[in-house]
């Protein structure tokens, strides 16, 4: 249905006053062609007298009309003669005409304005005494569809409050998969080779790869124009004519203020549209272009689609509840199939988010996005707040490290929470029970401390079994985190749920009951890279009937091009046979190939970088059992030994330092007396590879008076291991078009030099 933003006022000409309607006022909404709901036409012939008053019409929503006319349209009806159909002759004056097919029929007056089909029309000298109509926000063909005007004749709308039929969010449950299309989906999902792929290229936003299953369900094969839309999704369609509910709508304007301090507001950005089309579509997402300076547009955009599919769903359950009650106040027995809109439990919308200040973030803009300034009504808000707040104190240097690391660790950074929200109509309740909440927010570890461990006694995932929306925001930290708590989530989703809790099963979906939940769950993610370990959870966990689509950058430039020190980066490329085998080649290879290059030039002072905590702790065993001088700082190093074995390793006291990702990722700490870097393993974060590999100069300026040099004329020198299952990471650090000469080239060892320190050419 329109808002009064969208609703388009037809002039019927001349109106006649209602004994029902005594202030003459004339309501009537125009609704697109495309929304084709299904109406009945009532005709009946009436006189037009010439002293009949002009009445004006005013804007009014089509869903309120319906509900506050609702008795007042049912005697009207029934005072009207019988439904016209479809092929029917009706006369409107001095015209006849066969009813087409009708798209639209609308008005409450004398007057009736027909939309119909060209090829389906049939009507004597229409086109001379009827007045063209244009349409805005109409199909992609305007041609196909025109509208006539007749006068002295009555229309009424059957007393319908369905929603769109063209909505996903109708599309996509109320269909009822075959057998043979949840086999065929199976099968389809099962073997990445048969994928049927669509790629292109956005500007502005990246490679795009749709992957849609070919169904004999005819819309699932439907995809997102996104070349139509880059220009602007909404160009033609609002928000609400997009499927979404009016109460966000008229939020969504004062939330995603784009400019905070001139208070500039616009529906949706560039970035938003084009994610828009694909979160409407109810499709999965996997977007790998995440960052500081985009996550606020794009937690803006799921908290909205989350609330507005709850508020769907919701909206569909307290119908179907009313209809039914009627139909038992009238005696007759409601026909309980028809009103299947529930899962086996309440929850719909999971959010895993990393950290606390995440979720506060999540539930503020959502309590916006709900009520007004006025309205706003949060039963335990103020617990809420002591719990998910702004630490009081940072860490001594924070608002000196880069604003990636701010960005995620501003705020309280605690790791373990769990959070159930209950939304009505005039309030919103935080701290609900799982089984009575509509939304479920929580980390990935919190929601771990309750679904337990395979084989435990007391673990419930009940809970997870009805899940419609799944939102995994800032992937790549859980990466940092525990990454198998995320893949634990995912294996607990859509399982038959133990206990009923309190389900009516007459209202429970077939599709939910035939175990099919999993195909009617949307996956949206959200990370800062692409890695295996997120494709491989994307790829085989979204089993989404309406298809995928990942978007990636399409070309990076490299973070080598960030190097702001002279010195020689060689990488070299080892083999291996497959990814489980790329530990043992991997260790295989630095034993018998970097280790001498580094013990016979006497080299002093080498960081070794290590992304895997496995491999570190493998080669620490190694260090330990060789009796070689080092020191090492992990992410279960205490404060004090991470200061010792800083003060060792810049003195010199040391000759090797084993350093983690995870310890740089959380800390960000600067490190001194580096003078040779070898990374066992490219880092996730590109950006890691530049700030280490700049320690080098740093360390070398602050302490080449203090530290003992034994190697004082060997050059500063960096060497990285990687392998062809590597080849994300290094598309990262070194750049596309150079990745794919080191990964495919004839040469197993390239190395890079700084052309320039100002502008970091390599």
């Not at 606390?356 to 916006?368: E, F, G, P, S, T």
């Not at 880069?402 to 009505?424: H, K, W």
């Not at 309740?429 to 927010?441: A, C, E, P, R």
């Not at 973070?559 to 085998?581: N, P, Y």
């Amino acid at each position: 249905p329109g808002s009064k933003s969208t609703t388009r006022n037809c002039q019927m000409g001349k109106r006649k006053r209602s004994a029902q309607n005594p202030e003459g006022k004339v309501r009537s909404s125009f609704l697109a062609p495309r929304q084709k709901q299904r109406r009945f036409l009532v005709a009946k012939n009436s006189s037009a007298t010439s002293n009949q008053k002009e009445s004006e019409t005013d804007d009014y929503d089509h869903e309120d009309w319906l509900n506050d006319d609702r008795d007042v349209y049912q005697q009207l009806v029934s005072s009207l003669q019988p439904v016209v159909k479809t092929g029917d002759q009706i006369a409107t004056g001095n015209q006849s005409m066969v009813v087409p097919k009708i798209d639209i029929l609308l008005t409450d007056s004398e007057d009736v304005e027909v939309v119909y089909r060209n090829e389906d029309i049939s009507s004597e000298d229409s086109t001379s005494s009827a007045t063209q109509i244009d349409h805005h926000g109409g199909p992609a063909d305007e041609n196909k569809y025109n509208s006539l005007v007749y006068t002295n004749a009555m229309v009424t709308l059957s007393l319908s409050t369905e929603m769109l039929s063209d909505d996903y969010f109708c599309k996509r449950f109320e269909h009822e998969l075959s057998t043979a299309d949840a086999e065929e989906l199976e099968a389809f999902y099962g073997k990445s080779l048969e994928w049927e792929s669509v790629p292109s290229k956005i500007p502005g936003v990246g490679c795009v790869v749709q992957t849609v299953p070919l169904l004999v369900n005819s819309f699932t094969a439907e995809r997102c124009e996104f070349n139509c839309s880059s220009a602007g999704l909404l160009k033609r369609r609002t928000l609400v004519e997009s499927g979404v509910v009016t109460r966000l709508a008229s939020h969504w304007l004062l939330v995603n203020s784009m400019n905070e301090e001139t208070g500039q507001s616009q529906a949706l950005t560039a970035l938003q549209r084009e994610l828009f089309v694909v979160l409407n579509r109810y499709q999965d997402l996997l977007y790998s272009q995440r960052s500081h300076e985009n996550a606020e547009e794009i937690r803006r955009l799921y908290c909205l689609h989350a609330l507005n599919h709850v508020l769907k769903t919701q909206h569909k359950i307290l119908k179907n509840n009313a209809e039914i009650v009627k139909a038992q106040q009238e005696g007759r027995d409601p026909d309980l199939e028809q009103y299947r809109d529930q899962g086996f439990t309440r929850p719909k919308v999971l959010i895993l988010l990393p950290f606390r200040d995440a979720a506060l973030q999540v539930v503020n803009l959502m309590i916006k996005l709900l009520m007004s300034e006025e309205e706003k009504c949060v039963r335990q808000k103020k617990r809420f707040r002591e719990e998910y707040g702004h630490r009081e104190e940072e860490e001594e240097g924070f608002l000196y490290k880069a604003a990636s690391y701010r960005s995620v660790f501003t705020g309280n950074v605690d790791d373990c929470f769990r959070l159930g929200i209950q939304i009505q109509s005039k309030f919103l309740k935080l701290y609900t029970d799982f089984y009575s909440s509509d939304i479920i927010i929580a980390s990935p570890l919190g929601l771990r401390t309750v679904l337990g461990a395979t084989g435990d006694k007391k673990c419930d995932h009940d809970f997870l079994s009805s899940i419609e929306v799944l939102i995994v925001d800032q992937v790549d930290v859980y990466l940092m985190q525990n990454w198998q708590h995320v893949q634990l989530i995912f294996d607990k989703l859509h399982l038959q749920p133990q206990e009923t809790h309190g389900c009516d099963f007459s209202r429970v979906r077939s599709w939910c009951l035939q175990g099919w939940s999993k195909h009617y769950c949307q996956t949206l993610m959200f990370s800062s890279f692409q890695a295996p370990e997120i494709n491989a959870v994307f790829t085989k966990m979204g089993l989404n009937y309406f298809g995928k689509v990942k978007i990636a950058t399409a070309e990076l430039p490299g973070s080598v091009c960030q190097i702001a020190v002279r010195i020689l980066q060689t990488f070299k490329r080892m083999e291996c046979g497959s990814l489980v085998d790329s530990s043992d080649s991997r260790f295989d290879f630095f034993v018998s190939e970097v280790m001498p290059q580094i013990q016979s030039s006497l080299r002093t002072q080498t960081m070794i970088f290590i992304p895997n905590y496995f491999d570190f702790v493998r080669l620490r065993n190694y260090f330990i059992k060789e009796e070689l001088s080092f020191t090492e700082i992990s992410e279960y190093t205490s404060r004090s030994n991470v200061s010792r074995a800083r003060s060792l390793f810049y003195r010199g006291d040391r000759q090797f330092l084993l350093y983690t990702e995870r310890f740089h990722f959380f800390n960000r700490a600067r490190i001194g007396g580096v003078r040779h870097v070898v990374f066992y393993q490219l880092p996730y974060y590109e950006e890691f590879y530049s700030e280490i590999t700049n320690y080098v100069d740093s360390g070398r300026d602050r302490g080449q008076m203090a530290v003992k040099r034994t190697d004082c004329g060997s050059a500063a020198s960096c060497i990285v291991l990687f392998s062809r299952f590597d080849a994300h990471r290094l598309e990262r650090v070194v750049g596309t078009s150079r990745s794919m000469t080191l990964l495919h080239g004839p040469q197993r060892t390239v190395t890079f030099v700084t052309e320039s320190v100002t502008d970091g050419q390599c």
